[in-house]
């Protein structure tokens, strides 16, 4: 297990997105859930009630927000992500995890990236945490686990426990990154002396060409 997802008690809620949605840990977690329109489907169709639906609700069954808390919010200037990130703001329900970011359309991911990039929240998937590093991020991970991190929009990092080391390399989204390196430890630690980082961690040891490890 991922030490983020231990220390459970600094986050104050779930923001579920309209992506692949990681249900079975979502109704284990004793958190508010907020869910951005069309994300209540899904969870309500495996039996996790949302305490909160938020968007333009052009995705969710209708039936659905009947006895429901909801809010239509109609306007197209922000996506129904960001106006949930705006409610919780609101609310004092800051940070969040974050899940339902990966799944559907490659522009909503991609556009679901820089908008997580932007905050102080972890995004959580079926296999996969991500996090925003800003200045240093000591992470418990599985040995032989894949480590995947860019610049957002660039970084200069330096890793310790890490295959391919990074001792002050600059990575950016469009241009050089860190994909696919490998936990040689435990422990992780990254240090961000410019800019900020997103790091992705996938949750269980990957045997594969890459890794050490046998399966």
């Not at 992500?81 to 899940?99: G, H, N, R």
């Not at 990154?177 to 390196?181: H, L, R, V």
């Given at each position: ?9 600094e ?15 979502i109704g ?16 309500i ?22 006895g429901?808390?909801?809010l ?35 522009d ?37 686990t ?7 929009p ?15 390399n ?6 050089k ?5 490998r ?33």
């Open positions: 297990m991922i030490k983020i997802l231990k220390n459970l008690g986050y104050k809620s779930i923001i579920c997105l309209d992506g692949d949605l990681p249900c079975d840990l284990k977690i004793n958190l508010p859930i907020i869910a951005a329109d069309g994300a209540a489907n899904t969870l169709r495996n039996g996790i009630e949302p305490n909160f639906i938020i968007g333009d609700l052009d995705s969710v069954d209708s039936d659905l927000l009947c429901r808390s909801h239509r919010i109609e306007s197209q200037n922000s996506t129904d992500f960001e106006k949930a990130l705006d409610y919780i703001e609101e609310e004092s329900m800051t940070p969040a995890i974050v899940t339902g970011i990966d799944g559907g359309y490659i909503h991911v991609l556009g679901n990236i820089g908008i997580f990039s932007r905050t102080r929240c972890v995004a959580v998937s079926r296999d996969m945490v991500s996090v925003i590093v800003e200045k240093e991020q000591n992470l418990e991970v599985p040995m032989n894949k480590i995947s991190i860019f610049g957002m660039q970084c200069i990092v330096k890793s310790k426990g890490l295959r391919w080391e990074l001792d002050g600059e990575l950016s989204i469009s241009g990154s860190s994909c696919s390196n936990a040689v430890s435990e422990q992780v630690n990254l240090k961000i002396s410019s800019g900020r980082a997103i790091v992705f961690v996938y949750t269980k040891v990957i045997c594969d060409a890459g890794s050490a490890c046998t399966r």
